[in-house]
Nanobody, 122 residues
């Protein structure tokens, strides 16, 4: 089993940056592809980015491509999401999740963190 804890959320002005972290427990972190999703009130969880087990492959949602960068450090059991040029529409609760494959559907992810709030003011 994998336990995930997100951190790094907060309030930032439009155009600013934040870096989210996702710390994983257990020895099997490198066995999972890791993804970031986000959710606003009344909506489902939207795919943001995913990184393969080794970090060699990444996928991004079109809405964040060129602004967000996903990365991981398997030695530290941690994944990151560097978010630059933030926009008010990026405001959401951000979740990290673990999957056996490089997938974009939330339903395919086995383990989830509790989420961290990101608020971008205009």
């Amino acid at each position: 089993q994998v336990q995930l804890v997100e951190s790094g959320g907060g309030l930032v002005q439009a155009g600013g940056s934040l870096r989210l972290s996702c710390a994983a427990s257990g020895r099997t972190f490198s066995s999972y592809a890791m993804g970031w999703f986000r959710q606003t009130p009344g909506k489902g969880r939207d795919f943001v980015a995913v990184i393969s087990r080794t970090g060699g492959s990444t996928l991004y949602a079109d809405s964040v491509k060129g602004r967000f960068t996903i990365s991981r450090d398997n030695a530290k059991n941690t994944m990151y999401l560097q978010m630059n040029s933030l926009k008010p529409e990026d405001t959401a609760v951000y979740y990290c999740a673990a999957s056996r494959s490089l997938l974009v559907m939330a339903v395919s992810y086995e383990y989830w963190g509790q989420g961290t709030q990101v608020t971008v003011s205009s």
